[in-house]
Structure formats: C-alpha cells, structure tokens
C-alpha cells in the first residue's frame, strides 16, 4: 500500500525558506502515470495546490507562488522535497505531499501532514 | 476567498441525506473534472470522488456526485455519525493554470 510521509523543520524564521521532503513506501516514485504534488493548507486560504513533480523532474507550479517554489525528486531515495523561499507568516500551515495523476487534480493518498510555523 | 464556493456548513441527523454544492465557472468546473476530498478532524484529506462522479475503491456508494454547468454536487446518503467531516471540492482551472480547492464545507451530524 503506497504510503507518504511529510518531514522537515516544524518551525521556519521570517524571510528564511522552508525545506520539507516527501518520502514514498509502498511504492516507486518512477511512476508513469503520476506526478508528486505538495498542498498546504493554511488558516487564510485554506487547500492551496503549491505544485508537483514528476520523476524526471518537469515541474508545474502554482502561478501565485512560482517566484519562490522549487521541487525536485531524489529517485534513490524515493523522496520528492519542496522549497519555499522567503516565507512570511502566511506560509504558517500544514503541509501535505500526495500522488497527483498527470494532467488532473486528483490527489491520492496523501501525507498526514506536517505543521510548519513560520515565526521569529 | 477560494476560486471554488461552497457552503460553510450543512448538518443533519442520521439516516438523512446532505448535499453540497461547489460552485465555479467555465474556466475550472464547466470544463473540467471535479475532485471530492473528506477530510476527517485531525487527519489529512481523502479522496472521495473523481472525475467528477466516480468513486475510489473503499468508498461506500452512500457517497455520490454529480455536476451541471458549473456547479458540482456531493450528496452524503444514509448519514452517519463518522460522516462529520470537512468536504472540499477541486478542480483544474484553465485560466489560472492551478488546482484550485473549495473552502471547504463542515458536515454536522446532530
């Protein structure tokens, strides 16, 4: 059964970026038919799609944060990991990483979600 | 303000039937697929519906869907009391070039 599972620092300063990575059991991270999103989910704009990955390394992200996102894919490890530059206290949340099937909005499974909190 | 609308909150008694709507425009539900997630208190969300009325493996068929226009429909049939979650809605929109979610909606089961 495919599994992911979200780590990285819990708290995050001002202006500094979040680095989070998305380690995948259960299953290859080679998939033809998926990329590897990351969704967050925060107090003020609740679920918002940050972006996802493929194996190979295409990426597309979502146009209100594509200044300060980037992604990539460590095939050895199976690990995808999200950077988010220059966070603010709106990027506080939780961040989930899910399967998301090329060209679609489908997310499944997903992470349980880890809480990063972006303070001094 | 989420590009998809949806209810803040519906609630029932058990054995009833809940509906939610998830409202959007040509550019995302008019034109494309439409995702259900469940999210229950405390844990991540769930796929509960896609392509618009399918449903994943696991799903019990009291969870159904549905969509007209530009708006998309979830019904809960036969609520239960593990039914009180949150419900989100998400597409693909054109125009933007991003999934977009609902703000989510608040299932009470009284």
């Known amino acids: 059964q495919l599994q992911l599972q979200e780590s990285g620092p819990g708290l995050v300063k001002p202006s500094e970026t979040l680095s989070l990575t998305c380690t995948v059991s259960?299953?290859?991270?080679?998939?033809?038919?998926?990329?590897w999103g990351w969704i967050r989910q925060t107090p003020e704009k609740g679920l918002e799609w940050i972006g996802s990955?493929?194996?190979?390394?295409?990426?597309y992200y979502n146009p209100s944060l594509r200044s300060r996102v980037s992604m990539s894919v460590d095939t050895s490890e199976n690990q995808s990991s999200l950077k988010l530059r220059s966070v603010t206290a709106a990027d506080t949340g939780v961040y989930y990483c899910?399967?998301?099937?090329?060209?679609?909005?489908?997310?499944?499974?997903w992470g349980q979600g880890t809480l990063v909190t972006v303070s001094s | 303000q989420s590009v998809l609308t949806q209810p803040p909150s519906v609630s029932a008694t058990p054995g009833q039937r809940v509906t939610i709507s998830c409202s959007g425009n040509?550019?995302?539900?008019?034109?494309?697929?439409v995702s259900w997630y469940q999210q229950l208190p405390g844990a991540a969300p769930k796929l509960l519906i896609y392509?618009?009325?399918k449903r994943p493996s696991g799903i019990p068929d009291r969870f159904s869907a549905s969509k007209s226009g530009a708006t998309a429909t979830l019904a809960i049939a036969g609520l239960q009391t593990g039914d009180g979650a949150d419900y989100y809605c998400?597409?693909?929109?054109?125009?933007?070039?991003?999934?977009?979610f609902g703000g989510g909606t608040k299932v009470t089961v009284l």
């Open positions: 899910a399967r998301n099937l090329i060209g679609s909005d489908l997310f499944d499974p």
């Open positions: 259960g299953g290859s991270i080679t998939s033809f038919t998926h990329y």
């Open positions: 990955i493929y194996h190979a390394g295409s990426t």
């Open positions: 040509n550019y995302n539900i008019g034109n494309n697929y």
């Open positions: 392509d618009n009325d």
């Open positions: 998400g597409a693909w929109d054109s125009s933007l070039s991003a999934v977009v």
